[in-house]
């Protein structure tokens, strides 16, 4: 391992964002089985941070008992309207079903991240944004389906805000960094904090 920093995640957003503010790591997706985690009854108990925070460590354990010795960060993001929790769509239906339930309403979006290293958290930060889609009507969903496609699918909450579905969305109040997958600014604190960079 020729860097001491890992980031467990897949995501191309979190790889971006930790490049573009200079991060020297390496990508190694976690395998958990994230819906697996939400079923556990504690879980349920805790806040939607609190439980975001849990599915990044899950993440950053995943892979630090690969790497005992390097900096592990995990990373999870929670979309919930009222008491609904809104996963990545399935499919084209779903996607639809999900951003006309968003419709004219507000809903949070919770982006955490946790280092690990061996079986240790280090460090662990979470930021809340919450995004108010406007009325918009069929057509104008239809239009940025049209224009985003199948990546919709892979988007927590179907859209991506970096794209043409911001078009749908009236409002956001928090940080951008946040929505695009990772409390960035918090992160990088941390990262000094526990001598990672």
């Known amino acids: 391992m020729k860097n001491n920093i890992i980031l467990a995640s897949e995501s191309p957003f979190r790889a971006q964002l930790l490049r573009n503010a200079g991060v020297d790591f390496e990508t190694i997706p976690a395998r958990v089985d994230e819906r697996a985690i939400e079923q556990d009854n504690q879980l349920s108990k805790l806040g939607q941070a609190a439980r975001t925070a849990h599915l990044a460590a899950a993440k950053a354990f995943a892979v630090a008992r690969q790497y ?3 900096f ?3 990373a999870d993001q929670t979309i919930m309207l009222g008491q609904t929790v809104l996963h990545k769509p399935r499919d084209g239906a779903h996607l639809r079903e999900q951003l006309k339930m968003m419709r004219g309403k507000t809903h949070r979006l919770v982006s955490a991240a946790v280092i690990a290293q061996s079986n240790e958290i280090l460090a662990q930060t979470s930021q809340t944004v919450k995004l108010t889609m406007r009325q918009f009507s069929d057509e104008e969903m239809e ?6 496609g199948e990546k919709l699918l892979k988007c927590a909450g179907g859209y991506q805000l970096e794209g043409a579905s911001v078009q749908l ?3 956001v109040d928090g940080d951008y960094f946040t929505v695009l997958g990772l409390p960035l600014l918090p992160l990088l604190k941390a990262l ?3 001598k990672a960079i």
């Open 68 to 70: 005992p010795d390097c």
């Open 72 to 74: 592990v960060i995990g």
């Open 143 to 148: 239009h940025v389906i049209d224009i985003e």
């Open 192 to 194: 000094r904090q526990v």
């Open 169 to 171: 969305f009236e409002q």
